[in-house]
């Protein structure tokens, strides 16, 4: 009897079995987003752009920004030229080495925080099963000639006021 029981669990953990059989990857970004909690120190959002390096190229210095933003924000996404180059997922960054990503980016103001739908926006990239995506917040910021930030929060008013305020000080902060 004991043979078998270990042989059973034994099977369960073969290779065969777990290529034929695959966890859903909604599993772990459903796990994810019941677990994430943004971060609500906006004193802390506004100062996180004071590390950046002259020495560094206007995409390095921006990307680095980006991941100082991961506590502050549930989604975002970095263009360069229209096309992907960095994002995160609840706190987790997500390498986009192997991904092409391509999109249209709309020529606003530099620094200007535009909101735009964020369910359109996620469905083009994939993530159509993001919980409580009617409830989110999209903000789109060009910083640069060619590089953009798609941000994505679920905070309510007036708490996403103060939040994307908080935002624009630190965009104006890291840029001087």
């Not at 506004?46 to 506590?71: D, K």
């Not at 910021?141 to 935002?167: C, F, Q, T």
Request: glycine share 2%.
């Amino acid at each position: 009897m004991k043979n078998t029981l270990t042989q059973k669990i034994e099977n369960l953990f073969e290779q065969s079995n777990l290529q034929t059989t695959p966890a859903p990857a909604n599993i772990t970004l459903d796990k994810l987003q019941l677990q994430y909690e943004s971060m609500d120190n906006n004193s802390l959002l506004e100062n996180i752009s004071y590390l950046a390096t002259s020495m560094n190229s206007p995409l390095e210095n921006w990307n680095l920004f980006f991941t100082r933003l991961i506590p502050f924000f549930e989604i975002g996404f970095l263009f360069s030229d229209s096309v992907l180059k960095n994002q995160f997922l609840y706190g987790k960054e997500i390498n986009c080495k192997n991904k092409i990503a391509q999109l249209k980016m709309p020529k606003s103001d530099l620094f200007q925080i535009l909101k735009t739908d964020p369910k359109s926006f996620l469905i083009k990239f994939g993530l159509s099963n993001i919980l409580f995506a009617e409830k989110m917040n999209c903000f789109y910021v060009r910083v640069e000639e060619n590089i953009n930030l798609v941000l994505i929060s679920n905070k309510a008013e007036p708490w996403l006021k103060l939040k994307m305020d908080s935002l624009q000080k630190a965009l104006i902060n890291h840029q001087l």
